[in-house]
């Protein structure tokens, strides 16, 4: 069988050149074992050891290569999926680079509530989420498109809001503005094209889209191990929020047991406590580089 790297197989992925989401879409697909490097110096890049190449581009163009089937997948914000209207399919949502698409005006502003923005200029890179939005409640407003640096136009008197992405606030904060209302909530989502794919590629997805939950599974867990007397084993065990039964190994020690189990992050600290309080000492957590159910 011909294994050669051969178009109807390889997929191409979009992801973005440098912004926002590019640190961690490298993160991802280093952690899900797809090598290759000089990303920052080229526009295309192949992977070593999966049958992948990588293109790197703008995020705003991103949806529209995946739509046109240039490429198979990316990796790009909600906000650009939905601006562009692209028709695409969204496989999954990555909980990273998060952001959201609101409507700020300046500090000292009458202008809070969509309703009293009837009739107003608003400055915005999103002409087609914010247009929509208001439409949708009846507001007439005036669009005023821009690509960049939209937070400076309500000092320059060229709009009075703006309808920009805000992630931290620091850009608003910095230009006097005052966040008043969400358009659109924005994550990284990884995207697919509506064009017919290969069986090859298809297949391919199907690996790739496996690592991606296993690697996202395992961020969200924690690998934890703790020592205990064995009569606190049960006690310990409807503690432990894992799905399945944790690993119980016996000690030198006699009457002590280790228990190994895998739990979520985020109950780590309140079980922690509670798990103390049942008699478990030498309790540690460690990460997970990926997890394969
Ligand atoms: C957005 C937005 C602001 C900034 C807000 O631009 O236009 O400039 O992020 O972030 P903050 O609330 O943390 O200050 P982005 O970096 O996404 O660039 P792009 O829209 O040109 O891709
Ligand atoms: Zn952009």
């Not at 009846?138 to 498109?145: A, D």
């Not at 799905?243 to 739990?263: N, R």
């Not at 979520?264 to 406590?273: G, N, S």
Request: proline share 4%; with cysteine.
């Amino acid at each position: 069988m011909n294994r050669s790297l051969d178009h109807t197989t390889s997929l191409r992925i979009a992801i973005q050149k440098s912004g926002r989401l590019t640190d961690k879409t490298i993160d991802l697909l280093h952690g899900i074992g797809i090598e290759f490097d000089n990303y920052k110096r080229n526009l295309m890049v192949k992977t070593r050891n999966f049958d992948v190449e990588l293109l790197l581009l703008r995020d705003d163009d991103i949806p529209e290569y995946v739509q046109d089937g240039i490429c198979d997948l990316g990796f790009v914000g909600a906000n650009e999926v939905f601006e562009k209207n692209t028709r695409v399919n969204v496989l999954r949502g990555l909980n990273y680079g998060n952001c959201r698409l609101a409507v700020a005006s300046p500090k000292d502003s009458a202008l809070v509530n969509p309703s009293d923005f009837e009739g107003k200029k608003i400055a915005t890179s999103y002409p087609f989420l914010t247009k929509r939005f208001f439409e949708d409640q009846g507001i007439s407003i005036e669009m005023v498109e821009i690509s960049g640096a939209v937070e400076i136009t309500p000092q320059l008197h060229v709009a009075d809001a703006i309808s920009d992405l805000v992630s931290t606030g620091g850009t608003l904060k910095a230009n006097g503005l005052v966040e008043r209302f969400t358009i659109l909530e924005s994550e990284t989502k990884l995207i697919q094209t509506q064009q017919a794919l290969s069986e090859g590629k298809q297949q391919l997805i199907q690996k790739f889209l496996q690592r991606i939950d296993g690697y996202q599974t395992a961020k969200k867990s924690r690998y934890i191990l703790m020592n205990a007397p064995l009569s606190s084993v049960e006690t310990i065990k409807a503690l432990l929020p894992s799905m399945k039964s944790p690993t119980i190994m016996p000690l030198a020690e006699t009457e002590m047991v280790a228990i190994h189990s895998v739990i979520p992050y985020d109950q780590f600290w309140d079980v922690m406590e509670q798990l103390q309080d049942a008699g478990a000492s030498d309790i540690v957590m460690l990460p997970i580089e990926s997890m394969i159910a």
